[in-house]
């Protein structure tokens, strides 16, 4: 192929790529966060400030773990970077982590729980799907999950 011809279509391919994720959305429809928002706009009006009164009463506990797994990753990146850290005080830190995670586990499904039960909207639970997204163990039928889902550590609640 001449080059004359190659620059052109390898331009045609490009821009027909990007049309076509542009057409679907981009890459933030996708994934653990798409959530049921089709449902959502769906519902009535006032359905729907039901679901954002909900959310709003739990911004500021999902604020605060937020907050306090910065300040955990925070002190743990510096006591790596120091190059003083005992194996012992990394555990620890992690293991905080990992509680703060199951918190917000916790509270997030205690938030769609009453989002279900005041509108009937469902949302996909956390770690739950294809992906090995948070907390998750992907899909159980690749066999990626012991037990077919049953015994994955991301879903032992």
Request: charge should be positive.
């Amino acid at each position: 192929m001449k080059r004359k011809t190659l620059i052109p279509m390898i331009v045609v391919l490009v821009l027909s790529m990007a049309a076509v994720a542009m057409a679907r959305g981009g890459y933030q429809q996708g994934g653990y966060h798409s959530g049921n928002w089709a449902a959502y706009n769906q519902l009535t009006p006032e359905k729907q400030q039901q679901v954002q009164a909900i959310i709003k009463k739990y911004e500021d506990t999902f604020e605060s773990f937020k907050s306090q797994q910065w300040a955990k990753r925070t002190e743990l990146n510096a006591l790596v970077d120091s190059g003083k850290a005992d194996k012992e005080t990394i555990h620890n830190l992690v293991k905080e982590l990992s509680d703060i995670r199951d918190k917000v586990y916790a509270e997030h499904k205690k938030m769609t729980e009453e989002i279900e039960k005041d509108t009937g909207l469902s949302f996909p639970t956390m770690g739950q799907g294809m992906g090995r997204g948070y907390r998750g163990c992907g899909n159980a039928q690749q066999g990626n999950c012991p037990g077919g889902g049953g015994g994955c550590p991301g879903q032992r609640f």
